[in-house]
């Protein structure tokens, strides 16, 4: 006898897909709201790190940094290094491109 598929898997996979077309801060935000409803802390952290990288592109330093704290914090509770280490990265080089960019060379 088969098992139906887990629901939280299957909305995971929905939402990987989605995220693959996410392009602004917001819609990818949305998307890791809803992975960490379903338990998929790694997808909640990528989704929080696109987040990141398209509000940084729209010039929201204030947003782009949250949402790389979020997907540190989900990478934490996820248990995984490497999305915590990437997470902190990506601070990094928000702090440095706000130095950039305050100097006019965005």
């Not at 629901?7 to 693959?20: F, G, I, K, N, S």
Request: aromatic residues 2%; glycine residues 8%; hydrophobic residues 45%.
């Amino acid at each position: 006898m088969t098992r139906p598929p887990d629901p939280d898997a299957v909305a995971a996979a929905q939402l990987r897909t989605e995220l693959r077309s996410a392009n602004t801060g917001a819609a990818a935000r949305s998307i890791a709201e809803r992975a960490l409803a379903v338990k998929d802390g790694l997808l909640a952290a990528a989704a929080y790190e696109a987040a990141g990288l398209a509000e940084r592109a729209a010039h929201h330093p204030i947003a782009a940094e949250q949402d790389f704290l979020a997907a540190g914090a989900a990478g934490d509770r996820a248990g995984d290094d490497a999305t915590r280490g990437r997470a902190l990265v990506r601070l990094i080089e928000l702090s440095r491109w706000r130095g950039d960019s305050r100097r006019g060379a965005a």
